[in-house]
């Protein structure tokens, strides 16, 4: 893997990375590998990331451990679990903050819009969605 500024494993025993799953962060996209004899990756370009959350069970907390939740517009994954990683909160803040820089990079307005009305669901649009 080439340049990449973060990288963890998902951990699983005890708070130990003995898993098959692996992420990479570069200045343009988050990279998820997994498998050990037949391999998945995943990539999603940063400025297509939509929102950032943090979920920490007890176990969790007990190991220094969380799981950052992302909602993208891309097509093929939409959502995507950086799983049970270490030191969470640092990572999640470092992945906005890159997020925010590269769609002001690319000139990207965070425009969503609502389906009907501001009371009747949650049905959130992207403004590419309207361009099809």
Do not use: Q
């Amino acid at each position: 893997m080439d340049n990449y500024l973060w990288k963890d494993r998902k951990h699983i025993i005890f708070g130990l990375p003995w898993s098959f799953t692996r992420y990479y962060l570069n200045k343009d996209k988050l990279v998820i590998d997994s498998g050990l004899f037949s391999r998945t990756e995943e990539e999603v370009r940063l400025y297509r990331v939509l929102d950032i959350s943090l979920r920490r069970t007890l176990r969790d907390r007990v190991w220094g451990l969380g799981t950052v939740h992302l909602c993208t517009a891309d097509k093929s994954t939409p959502e995507i679990n950086i799983k049970r990683i270490r030191h969470p909160v640092k990572f999640k803040e470092m992945l906005s903050d890159m997020v925010e820089a590269k769609r002001d990079e690319k000139r990207i307005a965070a425009r969503e819009y609502m389906a009907s009305s501001p009371f009747d669901g949650d049905d959130v649009y992207d403004e590419a969605d309207f361009h099809s």
